[in-house]
């Protein structure tokens, strides 16, 4: 089944620098990627996904890009806010979703005041 | 209002009883996805269900076991419950089977003592 490894585990940034956070999967048929967002005692919410056929997606401070090639992906938050502290989840789907939606172990970011 | 409902939201229970978790889709999402998330533990994967049929199994105990009925509502069961059952459990819903724009539910945060 698919395994998706999710780096760092927890990143400190100060506000309104740039935060950074890497996955890798290792199914070379997952087609479909989302990114979670969790506050403590919260439920995950999605905040942006790409396809396979795709390889880069912004959405205003966020952005994925896709290397289907080396088959990691990346979630990149530019002038980081307070309210963008937050545990957050990268997610991998096989082809047919045969094998579930497969999370990361999940990325504690802290911003920095 | 998620879209996604969970009851009961919180659950206490005794070492060896069995519990029955409940999740009702967003509207028009054919897939239900049933996650374990234990302390600073990221989300474990138990199971799929597509559409009224298992479609994808992860790491779910023997002891565990689900269901999705007609209406499309799932339900989870645990049995034979031990101290280290003690999580939150999150319901996703999707309205295919490769987990595009999954939704999360609120959880039901479960305490075995």
């Known amino acids: 089944g698919e395994n998706v490894e999710q780096h760092p585990s927890t990143l400190s940034v100060q506000e309104g620098d740039s935060a950074v956070i890497k996955c890798t999967y290792s199914?070379?048929?997952?087609?479909?990627f989302p990114w979670y967002k969790q506050e403590l005692g919260k439920r995950p919410q999605l905040i942006i996904d790409i396809r396979s056929n795709v390889g880069e997606k912004k959405d205003q401070r966020i952005a994925v890009t896709l290397n289907k090639t080396a088959k990691h992906f990346s979630l990149h938050i530019t002038e980081t806010q307070p309210e963008d502290s937050a545990v957050y989840f990268c997610a991998a789907v096989t082809g047919g979703g045969a094998d579930g939606l497969t999370f990361g172990k999940g990325t504690h970011l802290i911003i920095q005041p | 209002d998620s879209g996604v409902t969970q009851t009961p939201k919180h659950l206490i229970t005794a070492t060896g009883q069995r519990v029955t978790l409940r999740c009702s889709p967003r509207s028009g999402d054919l897939s239900v996805y049933w996650y374990q998330q234990s302390l600073d533990q990221g989300l474990q994967f138990l199971i799929q269900?597509?559409?009224?049929?298992?479609?994808a199994k992860g790491n779910i105990l023997e002891r565990f076991s689900a269901q999705q009925f007609p209406d499309l509502h799932s339900e989870l069961n645990l049995s034979s419950l031990e101290l280290g059952d003690s999580a939150l459990y999150f319901c996703a819903s999707s309205v295919d089977s490769q987990g595009t724009e999954a939704f999360f539910g609120q959880g039901t945060r479960l305490t075995v003592v």
């Open positions: 269900y597509y559409n009224g049929e298992e479609r």
């Open positions: 199914d070379s048929a997952s087609n479909y």
